[in-house]
Structure formats: C-alpha cells, structure tokens
C-alpha cells in the first residue's frame, strides 16, 4: 500500500518561502511520477509541479520561476521549494503519485495521495 506524508506547511508573509516535503512508502520515487497538487477554498485542486521517472519537470504557469520541484531517491522524498510566495498561494498542498513514469496535470490519474499540508501566505 502506498502511503504519502507531507509537511513542512506554515504561515508565511508574502514574498517569503516554505519548502514542503513528502515522504513516501510502499513506491519508489526512482521509479514512479510524482506531483504537487493544491486546492484553495471554493476551488478545484490544480496542479502545481510534477517530475518524471528520469527527473524532467513540468509547473504551472502561475508558479514557474518561483516554486522548484525535486526528489530524493536514495530517501524516497519529493519536496517543493516556493520563493516569492502570494497571497493567492493559499491552500491545502497534496503530495501525488502514480503508478507510472510520467506525470500528469488532471489530479484524476493519480491513484495515491497525501493528507495534505496548509500553507497560508498573508498580504
């Protein structure tokens, strides 16, 4: 069974950073897609970063330049490290996985997740 565990979730002032981090268990992270979802209140969840098997990376537009994806294989980690963070940040982070090498935007491919993380940027 596939189990994920983020953290590193906080109250942060905008312009500020966060670095979230998910451990995971019964996958490997060497082997597998993985990816950072979030979801705001009243909104769907979106994708935000994703990394392949191999290591090539995919963001969302709203994020590129300022959020950095990367994983640990030797720790079975992923992490997010966000710079520059605004206020429309705001949300619950999901740490993903799939069952294959790519990874994918539509939250729907993706048959692990976490709990989730809170992340609050004020103005």
């Known amino acids: 069974q596939v189990h994920l565990v983020e953290s590193g979730g906080g109250l942060v002032q905008a312009g500020g950073s966060l670095r979230l981090s998910c451990v995971v268990s019964?996958?490997?992270?060497?082997?597998?897609?993985m990816a950072w979802f979030r979801q705001a209140p009243g909104r769907e969840r979106e994708f935000v970063a994703g990394?392949?098997?191999?290591?090539?990376?995919g963001y969302a537009e709203s994020v590129k330049g300022r959020f950095t994806i990367s994983k640990a294989n030797t720790e079975n980690t992923v992490d997010l490290q966000m710079n520059k963070l605004i206020p429309e940040a705001t949300a619950i982070y999901y740490c993903?996985?799939?069952?294959?090498?790519?990874?994918?935007?539509?939250?729907?491919?993706?048959?692990?997740w976490g709990q989730g993380t809170q992340v609050t940027v004020s103005s």
């Open positions: 019964g996958r490997t992270v060497a082997e597998h897609a």
């Open positions: 993903a996985s799939r069952e294959f090498e790519a990874y994918l935007r539509d939250a729907t491919f993706y048959d692990a």
């Open positions: 990394i392949t098997r191999s290591g090539a990376i």
